[in-house]
């Protein structure tokens, strides 16, 4: 879901490239030089895992991934996602590169914002339940956010893709739910096996 | 995974050195993103096809790379003739399809083949790791080279990891549907292959700890800007300055 | 007798919480010697090789190391260069571009010029066999071959002990013999931990066995006929 920088204004194509280096310089500067693999693996199977064809009525479609990519990045997932979006222009020709910053920012700003939202309840949650519905509020929130940030994009650009963005908008609804049931399944599983990789510190029953 | 089909040849495009083609292939994609005049873009795209055949790019591989990057802009065409004031072409019910939005469209469409033409023409001839050298002589901050050239490095591997995983999956008589068991499963899944690759990571940092590692990463040296780099850089200048001038200072309309 | 180099004395090891693997383990390893390790899978052998360079730190015992015993990160960073540990998965080991660089990783951190590095890349990697693999990228290499640059990257740090997990797992014959005829000319010591047994045989001279959370030296060595 990223536009190719070719229907983006110039304004909007510098403005994207200006919050994205502040988001990616802010990510960098935050990330310890020690967690440079773990962010890179990490990246690597969220890049893969978006690959993943799921089933959403009435046809099948690619997860997202950025809402998940923030709980488990933090403010990494701007240059984690600067890098995965790099590559799809280079190796699929996805894009070209002056839009890698507008592009940058509705995926990462989304997977940061949910990240702040909703860590304190994906890792402290006592309960399974109550996991899985802060992992799927900020994995629905985030591809929502992500889209509305697209659409934003291209109504700044020109009145004329108003029907561009709204069919957009509508198109993802139905994905838009189903991220939000993965991405809980998801951050369930992960709070149960490897809570560390939440930030958490014990699995359930026991408070963080 | 990491696809590498284009980066085999040996064009005069691909022995051009990766600095100069990274250079050029940003410049290019920026000036063109943000043209709007028709002979700029027609002029663009001329230089872009003639980038491409001079790589040599095969032709297989590049035409479903095109046809995936046109059915948006397909798309996109198709619909701004609704949301594009100006003269209508035809009606459709009491909505004006217009000749305004179709040149727009048009425009698009010339722009983004462009632009990927280009940047698979420079950027895909390149391996992945030497454009992260190449990065790294252009002085892009370490830590993203890095990040860049170990996310390359492990993306196959967890690819392979999540086929495995996959299959296992299959052969136990999964098939995906609209049900919450899928998507349980698919969590299940992609759960999994974050937690491998957690641990995969924590390896991957004792295994440098033992090789002394203290917070520095290292690049060697190999490259050397040759004669025939030089005039790519001259020519890069000239076309970047050429589109501009047509863009901006240009009298006749 | 002269110092070991490596001495356990008591060592006692549990992951945060869970069941003890080690408890009071003994070892010895001196100048020369060849150890091969051996027990069940999931007994704690590789726990054991990073408990040796201090990946890990023993609840309770000490770990000496060329004559000192050593606690902290910063007596075991100073020491890693003299002890090699091979991964048992490549893959964990290899994270670099190219081969040049992964080789010349440690050398650098051991605060080498680029010009020695390079020249210690190329005298290790003839060394192996693989002279001409400089530029390959990594992870273009066959499983074999990943083997050997790791053992490569280990080596470009002139270790004096070698601790080899599973070196040989995974791999055909032909590569086996290969890295049997490298070991067995290498002058280092060394602590193999692997299941095959042909191979243990031809590499080291004395087994110990890891069981019960202890290590017992075996009846007779894999060397003796």
């Known amino acids: 879901m990223h536009l190719p920088d070719s229907v983006l204004s110039a304004p909007v194509l510098v403005g994207g490239a200006a919050l994205a280096a502040g988001g990616v310089a ?16 990490l990246a690597s199977a969220l890049f893969v895992a978006s690959l993943v064809h799921v089933p959403v009525p009435p046809t099948s479609a690619h997860l997202v991934l950025n809402g998940l990519a923030g709980a488990v990045l933090g403010w990494s997932v701007f240059p984690a996602m600067l890098i995965a979006l790099l590559l799809q222009a280079i190796l699929y020709g996805h894009g ?80 838009m739910a189903v991220e939000a049931v993965v991405t809980g399944f998801v951050v369930t599983f992960v709070r149960k096996v490897r809570p560390e990789l939440l930030g958490a510190r014990c699995g359930f029953g026991q408070p963080a | ?67 995936a990057v046109n059915a948006f802009v397909l798309l996109a065409a198709a619909l701004l003739p609704f949301s594009t004031p100006g003269a209508p072409l035809v009606w459709v019910g009491s909505v004006p399809y217009t000749v305004e939005g179709l040149v727009l469209g048009a425009r698009i469409a010339a722009k983004t083949n462009a632009i990927v033409l280009v940047v698979t023409a420079l950027l895909s001839t390149v391996e992945i790791t030497r454009l992260g050298h190449a990065m790294s002589h252009l002085r892009l901050p370490s830590k993203l080279i890095h990040l860049m050239l170990m996310t390359v490095r492990y993306v196959d591997l967890l690819h392979h990891e999540y086929h495995r995983l996959a299959t296992a999956m299959k052969v136990r008589g999964f098939r995906p549907r609209a049900t919450l068991h899928t998507y349980r499963s ?50 890069t200048v000239l076309v970047t300055a050429g589109l501009l001038v047509g863009e901006y200072a240009w009298p006749i309309r | 007798m002269a110092d070991p180099l490596m001495e356990l004395s008591g060592v006692h090891f549990a992951y945060d919480g869970a069941s003890p693997v080690l408890a009071g383990a003994d070892f010895r390893l001196d100048a020369g010697q060849r150890v091969a390790v051996v027990g069940p899978t999931g007994s704690g052998k590789t726990t054991l090789l990073h408990l040796m360079v201090g990946l890990l730190r023993p609840t309770a015992g000490t770990i000496r190391l060329f004559g000192r015993a050593r606690h902290e990160e910063s007596e075991f960073a100073e020491v890693r260069g003299r002890v090699g540990l091979l991964f048992q998965d490549a893959e964990d080991q290899l994270f670099c571009p190219t081969v040049a660089e992964d080789v010349a990783f440690g050398p650098l951190n051991q605060g080498k010029k680029r010009d020695e590095a390079v020249e210690i890349v190329r005298r290790t990697l003839a060394s192996l066999g693989l002279s001409g693999y400089e530029d ?7 499983g074999g071959e990943k083997r050997l640059v790791s053992l490569a990257t280990v080596l470009a740090m002139e270790p004096e002990i070698l601790l080899l997990d599973e070196p040989t797992t995974g791999l055909d014959e032909r590569t086996v013999g290969r890295i049997v005829a490298i070991l067995s000319h290498l002058p280092q010591a060394m602590v193999v931990i692997s299941h095959q047994k042909d191979f243990l045989r031809q590499v080291t001279q004395t087994t110990v066995h890891l069981r019960d959370r202890r290590l017992t030296p075996g009846e007779t060595g894999p060397a003796a006929p």
């Open chain 2, 186 to 235: 698919l969590g299940n899944l992609v759960g999994m292959l974050l937690v491998r690759s957690f641990d995969r990571s924590q390896r991957i940092v004792a295994a440098m700890k033992c090789r002394g590692f203290n917070g520095r990463f290292y690049v060697l040296d190999h490259f050397r800007f040759a004669a025939r780099d030089a005039v790519f850089a001259v020519l």
């Open chain 3, 136 to 142: 390959r990228v990594t992870y273009h290499l066959s």
């Open chain 1, 26 to 41: 802010l990510g960098l500067r935050r990330m310890d030089i020690d967690r440079v693999p773990q962010v890179a693996v």
């Open chain 2, 1 to 67: 995974m990491v696809c590498e089909t284009y980066f085999s040849g040996n064009s005069v495009v691909h022995r051009l050195d990766p600095r100069a083609k990274l250079v050029a292939a940003v410049a290019f994609s920026a000036v063109v993103a943000t043209s709007y005049r028709t002979p700029v873009l027609i002029a663009a795209l001329a230089l872009a096809i003639a980038l491409a055949l001079a790589a040599g790019l095969p032709a297989g591989p590049l035409w479903r790379r095109l046809a």
């Open chain 1, 96 to 175: 070209g590169l002056a839009g890698l910053g507008v592009n940058t920012v509705t995926m990462a700003l989304p997977g940061v914002i949910v990240w702040q939202l909703f860590r304190g309840g994906m890792v402290r949650s006592p309960s399974r339940p109550a996991v899985f519905a802060f992992g799927a509020l900020a994995g629905g929130l985030a591809v929502a956010m992500a889209i509305g940030l697209t659409a934003l994009a291209l109504l700044a650009s020109g009145r004329e893709y108003r029907t561009v963005a709204l069919t957009a908008v509508v198109a993802h609804l139905p994905v």
